[in-house]
């Protein structure tokens, strides 16, 4: 059985940064790609940052500049730095991996909240 363990979330200040990690517990064929997507209240879940086996990355618009993504190919596993975080940042963020073969596995969604 496969699980995405995600840990980094948590209440910050705007402004202030947050490090998301997630890794890869039990055997999968090969990790493809690797990102993160969240979820805000009322709202449907969206991609935020996706990072290929090669190391290419794809941002949404309103992230760039602020958040990279990262993944240890020999760990398996990914990260999301998040700098100059804001109000609009709040939400539930998940970890995916789409493997080789075309199975897609999520994380159990970290919360992180942005608030003075």
């Known amino acids: 059985q496969v699980q995405l363990v995600e840990s980094g979330g948590g209440l910050v200040q705007p402004g202030g940064s947050l490090r998301l990690s997630c890794a890869i517990d039990?055997?999968?064929?090969?990790?493809?790609?690797m990102g993160w997507y969240r979820q805000a209240p009322g709202k449907q879940r969206d991609v935020v940052a996706v990072?290929?086996?090669?190391?290419?990355?794809t941002y949404v618009d309103y992230v760039k500049g602020r958040f990279t993504i990262s993944r240890d190919n020999a760990k398996n596993t990914v990260h999301l730095q998040m700098n100059r975080l804001e109000p609009e940042d709040t939400a539930v963020y998940y970890c995916?991996?789409?493997?080789?073969?075309?199975?897609?596995?999520w994380g159990q969604g970290t919360q992180v909240t942005v608030s003075s």
């Open positions: 990072i290929s086996n090669g190391g290419s990355t």
């Open positions: 039990g055997s999968i064929f090969g990790a493809r790609t």
């Open positions: 995916n991996v789409v493997t080789w073969r075309g199975e897609n596995y």
